[in-house]
Structure formats: structure tokens, C-alpha cells
């Protein structure tokens, strides 16, 4: 349940990251993209929570 509430965490954390984050230029694949940094923000969330 840890390791799913932790990927729920990061996935909105990522969201935020890329859909306020916004690269002017676009060539930064974590702020450019706000599915691509809610992905990755569900992944490290879920890795942070199976760790503790």
C-alpha cells in the first residue's frame, strides 16, 4: 500500500513539475512534457516508498 501511495504522490508531484515547470525551449524532457514527468515522478515515488 506504501509503494502505491508513494506513486500516487509522485505521479502528482511530476504533473505539477512539468505543467508549471514549463522549458522555453522544450528540449528538457522532465519540465517540457507533464505526462512524461508524471511517469518518472510515479516511479521515484514508488522506489522512495518500497525503500523505507
Known sequence: MK???GGI???II???V??????????CPLTS???VSAIIGALLG?????GR
Do not use: D, E, R
Open 33 to 35: 512534457n507533464p505526462v
Open 14 to 16: 511530476g504533473f505539477s
Open 3 to 5: 509503494i502505491v501511495l
Open 9 to 11: 504522490i509522485g505521479a
Open 46 to 50: 514508488a522506489m522512495i516508498a518500497a
Open 18 to 27: 512539468g505543467y508549471f515547470g514549463k522549458c522555453v525551449s522544450g528540449a
